[in-house]
T-cell receptor, first 114, second 115 residues
Framework: DAKTTQPPSMDCAEGRAANLPCNHSTISGNEYVYWYRQIHSQGPQYIIHGLKNNETNEMASLIITEDRKSSTLILPHATLRDTAVYYCIVRVTSSSGANSKLTFGKGITLSVRP | GAGVSQTPSNKVTEKGKYVELRCDPISGHTALYWYRQSLGQGPEFLIYFQGTGAADDSGLPNDRFFAVRPEGSVSTLKIQRTERGDSAVYLC?????????????FGPGTRLTVL
């Protein structure tokens, strides 16, 4: 799986949009971008994933650049409960189930301030 | 519905002892994963089960670590002759099938402390 690079931390004000960047310059054509988050003392939680088109769900939006070398996770209206470590993961997909494990980096710590 | 559950939530043991950590996946999920998370690090893959069989055990650090899933549901991670370096949070996840596109749902983890 391709490696991802994320800044170690960032903060944003409650109610504002949080834009979390991720670089994955060695991503291959068959690799998806996944985002998980981990709130303190809990297991990781799936947020969203995408291949090349932008994606949106009830939690967040994922913007992937045209060259697919970077992406941004957007939390449109951050709340205090969004304070967590956010992991950007690049993942090969195969129908056989090989490579189904997740390879986590250190992630980015988002602190939402009141 | 019920999510992934793990027991115990905390386990304190002495160096050299044997421990078992249990994972109850979401009902109907055929794929089950174990990860280990050290302080300040992201989770690290240990082993993946598809049904009863270990499809990928490449992450197990050494032969002191072993996991089973005899009936394709509950799994037990077993650690022999524990060492202080085994102290970590052990996370379990399950997904509907083994497909890489399936969402993995994580349990709360078991915090293991080896004194």
């Amino acid at each position: 799986d391709a490696k991802t690079t994320q800044p170690p931390s960032m903060d944003c004000a409650e109610g504002r949009a949080a834009n979390l960047p991720c670089n994955h310059s060695t991503i291959s054509g068959n690799e998806y971008v996944y985002w998980y988050r981990q709130i303190h003392s809990q297991g990781p939680q799936y947020i969203i994933h995408g291949l090349k088109n932008n994606e949106t769900n009830e939690m967040a939006s994922l913007i992937i650049t045209e060259d697919r070398k970077s992406s941004t996770l957007i939390l449109p209206h951050a709340t205090l409960r969004d304070t967590a470590v956010y992991y950007c993961i690049v993942r090969v997909t195969s129908s056989s189930g090989a490579n189904s494990k997740l390879t986590f980096g250190k992630g980015i710590t988002l602190s939402v301030r009141p | 519905g019920a999510g992934v559950s793990q027991t115990p939530s905390n386990k304190v043991t002495e160096k050299g002892k044997y421990v078992e950590l249990r994972c109850d996946p979401i009902s109907g999920h055929t794929a089950l994963y174990w990860y280990r998370q050290s302080l300040g690090q992201g989770p690290e893959f240990l082993i993946y089960f598809q049904g009863t069989g270990a499809a990928d055990d490449s992450g197990l650090p050494n032969d002191r670590f072993f996991a089973v899933r005899p009936e394709g549901s509950v799994s037990t991670l077993k650690i022999q002759r524990t060492e202080r370096g085994d102290s970590a949070v052990y996370l379990c996840a399950s997904s509907l099938s083994g497909r890489a596109t399936d969402t993995q749902y994580f349990g709360p983890g078991t915090r293991l402390t080896v004194l």
